[in-house]
């Protein structure tokens, strides 16, 4: 098995090009997935497709024609986390390096807060696990979008320009097209804010994750929930994510499940997460039925 085999997400843009670029030389494997949705997508296929036989890359590639029903950007996300798995797999990668920059990140971080959502970290982590796979972004602190054009032009990079990028077609362009026309110096004091923020957020899970593996220690018993209500929240969500698989955890799921177990009414009825995952209480304590 190769031991640090590393599988990079190329689109033809200028980003991955250049990560590409920077990995040219390790023990690497291209994924390319063309989702045919404008005219040019060849071209972006050719040039990852060139690139990769001018340095003897493997490279892989997922061709799609057919509809998609619903969110786009849903449906291509996991069509192509479905190709890369079965690539990462075939090609027994450790490492999944994805080109996502400060610009990302920032965007990412601007769409939770206007959202009014409170994750547990705002914008995009430099590592992840996604379908099970290591999933490293070495750019996402590095490189703002105007210093990887900069290194491709010095570097003579070729790479084709998505043109749906610079249109207000999804809330994320229109985002993106605002960041565009603020100084380096404005976004990085926009930037380190959310880092200071994600900072205060990463001691406050600290003391999350220690009232979770204390609330486990009692069989997730509900008058700990009771007694501990600025957590109970955050509580259940850790519950619902440790132990069930595939459901849609929301603020409003969150929120009726705490106001079920905390209820003393519904000792012998059952919560539904899904067609065969409930939970429920018994003897006072949270169960899995």
């Given at each position: 098995?190769?031991?640090?085999?590393?599988?990079?997400?190329?689109?033809?843009?200028?980003?991955?090009?250049?990560?590409?670029?920077?990995?040219?030389?390790?023990?690497?494997?291209?994924?390319?997935?063309?989702?045919?949705?404008?005219?040019?997508?060849?071209?972006?296929?050719?040039?990852?497709?060139?690139?990769?036989?001018?340095?003897?890359?493997?490279?892989?590639?997922?061709?799609?024609?057919?509809?998609?029903?619903?969110?786009?950007?849903?449906?291509?996300?996991?069509?192509?986390?479905?190709?890369?798995?079965?690539?990462?797999?075939?090609?027994?990668?450790?490492?999944?390096?994805?080109?996502?920059?400060?610009?990302?990140?920032?965007?990412?971080?601007?769409?939770?807060?206007?959202?009014?959502?409170?994750?547990?970290?705002?914008?995009?982590?430099?590592?992840?696990?996604?379908f099970g796979m290591n999933v490293s972004r070495p750019m996402i602190f590095k490189y703002w979008k105007?210093?990887?054009?900069?290194?491709?032009?010095?570097?003579?990079?070729?790479?084709?320009?998505?043109?749906?990028?610079?249109?207000?077609?999804?809330?994320?362009?229109?985002?993106?097209?605002?960041?565009?026309?603020?100084?380096?110096i404005v976004k990085e004091m926009i930037f380190n804010v959310f880092q200071k923020i994600n900072v205060?957020?990463?001691?406050?899970?600290?003391?999350?994750?220690?009232?979770?593996?204390?609330?486990?220690?009692?069989?997730?018993?509900?008058?700990?929930?009771?007694?501990?209500?600025?957590?109970?929240?955050?509580?259940?969500?850790?519950?619902?994510?440790?132990?069930?698989?595939?459901?849609?955890?929301?603020?409003?799921?969150?929120?009726?499940?705490?106001?079920?177990?905390?209820?003393?009414?519904?000792?012998?009825?059952?919560?539904?997460?899904?067609?065969?995952?409930?939970?429920?209480?018994?003897?006072?304590?949270?169960?899995?039925?």
């Amino acid at each position: 098995m190769p031991k640090n085999r590393k599988l990079i997400a190329v689109s033809g843009g200028v980003d991955s090009m250049v990560l590409l670029n920077n990995y040219k030389d390790e023990d690497i494997i291209v994924a390319f997935v063309n989702y045919n949705k404008r005219k040019d997508s060849i071209v972006d296929q050719q040039i990852a497709i060139d690139y990769c036989n001018k340095n003897k890359i493997t490279i892989e590639i997922l061709w799609l024609s057919e509809e998609h029903q619903g969110n786009f950007q849903e449906w291509a996300r996991n069509k192509r986390y479905d190709f890369f798995k079965i690539i990462y797999a075939k090609h027994k990668c450790q490492e999944l390096l994805i080109a996502q920059h400060k610009d990302d990140f920032l965007e990412t971080a601007i769409m939770q807060w206007r959202a009014k959502r409170n994750p547990y970290y705002f914008g995009i982590s430099k590592n992840s696990q996604i379908f099970g796979m290591n999933v490293s972004r070495p750019m996402i602190f590095k490189y703002w979008k105007s210093e990887i054009y900069e290194i491709a032009f010095e570097l003579n990079i070729t790479f084709n320009e998505d043109t749906t990028n610079f249109t207000d077609l999804y809330q994320r362009n229109i985002i993106r097209n605002s960041l565009n026309n603020k100084p380096i110096i404005v976004k990085e004091m926009i930037f380190n804010v959310f880092q200071k923020i994600n900072v205060l957020k990463s001691i406050q899970n600290i003391k999350i994750i220690s009232k979770y593996y204390e609330w486990s220690n009692l069989t997730y018993n509900v008058e700990f929930l009771r007694n501990n209500r600025n957590y109970s929240q955050d509580l259940i969500f850790k519950f619902l994510i440790h132990n069930f698989k595939d459901i849609n955890i929301s603020k409003n799921i969150i929120k009726s499940i705490e106001i079920f177990l905390l209820s003393p009414q519904n000792e012998t009825k059952k919560f539904i997460l899904s067609d065969n995952q409930k939970i429920g209480k018994l003897n006072n304590n949270v169960i899995i039925k």
